[in-house]
């Protein structure tokens, strides 16, 4: 298993940050009501878009499900656009027609997210066999949860993703929970990349909240892809931090178990990856200044989307097939 030099696990831990602080931003400014659609935040699953997306070029594509600001922004989609979006401004990613769970960016290789669960897995598996009747070497990767493990879509298409020998990268962030209930009362005592691997993909688990192992992962997993081998799954736990929807946390609901949301805070991506760059020899002073790019990058992209313009009417008209 390759290991990220210090340098390269330094930008992820730039990458993660960037992501976390983007939506500690988005929770801080909700209650404004100015944000007019659902968010679903992905607070303390960084490493896993991070560590997944930074093995793809941009001709790679990516679809992703309605928790899909991280995964947007790791494969390279634009911090304006997302800001815009869920203002619902006309420099959206969108256009402003499709708020949080909406996203696409042509120009980064993120092609959609969308709130139906298993929506994309399907579209994912016909871009990567369109891919693979152009002979472009190109991967496709989808994102989505445990929770699709349980739609039917999503085994119908690994098993044609094998049938085809597809150029797909399958990648289930398991955090646990559907909404508030626990994974052990919607499915049976087994570990759902076994399953994967009886249809007949290459599939493996790993800790998804340690960037560096969902990154070796994630490397193995996308070569093999490119290199003709069929398609991939990835099974990675992790944990949200925040509610299923919206912008505040919620263990005083009780779903959890006493202390397991602590437990998953004392596992975050961001102090694990402190650490290692610490070991390394990266100093405090190195990871406050990436602390002060990311905040000023972050304050940056808010006051440029929110100077934007908000759609004219007439773009009511555009997109629309009959």
């Known amino acids: ?14 990458r993660m940050l960037r992501i976390r602080r983007a939506e500690e931003a988005i929770a801080a400014r909700y209650a404004e009501q100015h944000m007019r659609c659902p968010t679903h935040l992905c607070i303390g699953e960084e490493a896993i878009a991070v560590g997944v997306c930074a093995h ?17 922004l790791a494969k390279g989609g634009s911090l304006v656009g997302l800001i815009a979006e869920l203002y619902g401004l006309a420099a959206g990613c969108c256009g402003g027609r499709g708020g949080s769970m909406h996203l696409s960016d042509l120009s980064a290789g993120f092609i959609a997210s969308t ?19 152009r002979n472009s070497n190109n991967v496709v990767v989808v994102f989505f949860g445990d929770g699709c493990f349980e ?27 559907s909404v508030m209930t626990p994974l052990y009362e919607r499915q049976p ?21 340690k960037v560096e192992h969902v990154h070796a992962l994630a490397e193995n997993a996308i070569a093999a892809a490119r290199d003709g081998e069929g398609p991939q799954f990835l099974e990675l736990h992790t944990h949200r931090w925040p509610e299923h929807c919206g912008p505040n946390e919620d263990d005083e609901l009780g ?5 397991e949301l602590l437990a998953w805070k004392q596992r975050c991506p961001l102090l694990y990856s402190g650490r290692a760059l610490a070991d390394a020899g990266v100093g405090a002073e190195v990871l406050l200044e990436i602390e002060q790019q ?24 555009r997109h629309v097939y009959v």
């Open 151 to 177: 739609e039917g879509v999503l085994h119908e298409t690994m098993n044609f993703a094998v049938l085809k020998n597809l150029p797909l990268v399958m990648v289930c962030e398991n955090n646990q929970y």
């Open 255 to 259: 779903y959890r178990m006493p202390g």
């Open 115 to 133: 709130p139906i669960v298993g929506g994309t897995v399907p579209v994912a598996a016909g871009y990567a066999w369109g891919e693979q009747r």
């Open 189 to 209: 005592a087994r570990d759902i990349y076994q399953i994967a691997a009886a249809h007949g993909l290459q599939a493996v688990s790993g800790d998804g909240n």
């Open 294 to 317: 990311v905040g000023a990058e972050i304050a940056e992209a808010f006051a440029e989307a929110l100077a934007g313009p908000a759609p004219v009417l007439a773009s009511m008209e």
């Open 56 to 72: 793809l070029t941009e001709s790679d594509k990516v679809f992703s499900n309605h928790r899909g600001h991280g995964h947007y």
């Open 1 to 14: 298993m390759n290991v990220p030099t210090t340098a390269e696990l330094q930008d992820l831990y730039y």
